[in-house]
């Protein structure tokens, strides 16, 4: 089993900034992406950003510019900062991680989410 525990997320004002962290700990071989989605009220989760294997990078369109997402490989550890946020950026915020485990091959894991609130 693998186990992510996602911190950081709150209330703010529009314009201000955010930084959620996502650990992942329990079987894990090699981590091949790493990232963070997030799902509003009555709409579809979506990729805000991940970090793959290798060092590529995906961001989702609309947080570009204003979202930077670092990784920790030797500690297995994602960092998204979120700055200049809109209320439009409230939502649920989940990281993912897609694994490569002992014994149980490639498996994807989500963290409970934690809940991003921006104000207007």
């Known amino acids: 089993q693998v186990q992510l525990v996602e911190s950081g997320g709150g209330l703010v004002q529009a314009g201000g900034s955010l930084r959620l962290s996502c650990v992942a700990s329990?079987?894990?071989?090699?981590?091949?992406?790493m990232g963070w989605y997030r799902q509003a009220p009555g709409k579809q989760r979506e990729l805000v950003a991940r970090?793959?294997?290798?060092?590529?990078?995906n961001y989702a369109d609309a947080v570009k510019g204003r979202f930077t997402i670092s990784s920790d490989n030797a500690k297995n550890t994602v960092l998204l900062q979120m700055n200049g946020l809109e209320p439009e950026d409230t939502a649920d915020y989940y990281c993912?991680?897609?694994?490569?485990?002992?014994?149980?091959?490639?498996?994807?894991?989500w963290g409970k989410g934690t809940l991003v609130t921006v104000s207007s």
């Open positions: 970090v793959i294997s290798g060092g590529s990078i």
């Open positions: 329990g079987n894990i071989l090699r981590i091949n992406a």
């Open positions: 993912n991680a897609n694994v490569i485990t002992r014994g149980s091959g490639v498996m994807n894991y």
